[in-house]
């Protein structure tokens, strides 16, 4: 009996320390965001959630050195940055912030699950419009509303300092952690395509954003359509097919109106923001 009451006090224990450790975005307090690029200059940048596995040092002209949770994969940089949930106060014009990278409708929400959060994308923006903050939601840079409580603020929970515009950042440094994490990466999207009593899709091409690598899934999608409306998420999952690719996925759908006129419609992974010069592969 014991022997039972030490297991369980043990496992509670450890179920305890688990959720201290995760914020409600289940983001760690020794995670950060990094990427290949600063965000002055930018629009938005891609960040990814990582591990500092050899902190910055003048030999290595302040590079760090950092694992992707989503691959496992190292890379240096000097781009990275420890965050945390932001605070309503702290929601101001120009204050960089970082936000999960999946959308409800035309606002982006915080991640659900843990795997989602920790291998699925995250950008970086400034917040340019709080005039909705009163319905639960600003705008960053490059036009995309995002929910209160998907907002991260630059700084640790110890360090309530904000970045805003230019400011100074104070980050924490991070004790070398290494971690065995699971390959796992899946950008979603989700969008209304049309309406139309007489919907049929003429051609449907599913594939890599960046190369020329595709799948005809014309009779997928027209097996879904249902009473002249589709609504379509450009995911394999959605489709029932398994395309590999380390690079964005793309859906072409071409349908012909009413009016007898052909229109396409493409759909991808952060469609909005992407393609540009700025643009970041997979590697």
């Known amino acids: 009996m014991l022997k039972k009451i030490i297991i369980f006090i043990a496992l509670l224990s450890a179920a305890m320390i688990y959720a201290q450790v995760e914020d409600k975005h289940f983001i760690q307090k020794d995670d950060y965001f990094v990427s290949d690029r600063d ?16 902190a910055p040092t003048e030999a290595t002209r302040n590079e760090g050195k950092f694992m992707m949770i989503d691959d496992g994969k190292e890379e240096w940089t000097t781009h ?21 990278d ?31 903050l009163y319905k639960g939601y600003v705008m960053v840079s490059g036009g995309y509303n995002v929910r209160k409580d998907n ?19 104070k980050q924490a440094p991070s004790e070398v ?17 049309f309406q139309d009593p007489n919907l049929k899709i003429v051609k449907a091409m599913y594939g890599d954003f960046l190369e020329d690598n595709s799948m005809d899934v014309t009779d ?39 009016d007898g006129i052909f229109e396409t419609v493409v759909m991808q992974g952060m469609s909005a923001k992407l393609p540009d010069k700025y643009h970041r592969k997979v590697k």
Do not use: H
Request: aromatic share 8%; net charge positive.
């Open 102 to 132: 999946y959308a409800t409708g035309d606002t982006y929400v915080p991640p659900k699950e843990r795997d989602n959060a920790r291998t699925g994308s995250w950008f970086m923006a400034k917040i340019t419009d709080i005039s909705t």
């Open 220 to 258: 997928i999608l027209n097996a879904k359509v249902k009473d002249g409306n589709l609504k379509v998420t450009c995911t394999d999952a959605f489709l029932g097919v398994n395309f590999r690719t380390a690079n964005e996925k793309s859906l072409q759908l071409q349908y012909q109106t009413k």
């Open 80 to 100: 990275y940055w420890q965050s945390r949930i932001a605070l309503e106060s702290e929601l101001k014009l120009g204050t960089i912030v970082i936000a999960f």
């Open 177 to 193: 952690v290494k971690v065995d994490v699971p390959v796992k990466k899946e950008i979603v999207i989700q969008k209304e395509a």
């Open 151 to 169: 907002i991260r603020v630059i700084g640790t929970a110890e360090n309530m300092t904000v970045k805003v515009a230019d400011a100074p950042v």
């Open 39 to 54: 965000i002055q200059g930018n629009t938005w940048i891609r960040v990814n959630v990582a591990k500092m596995i050899e």
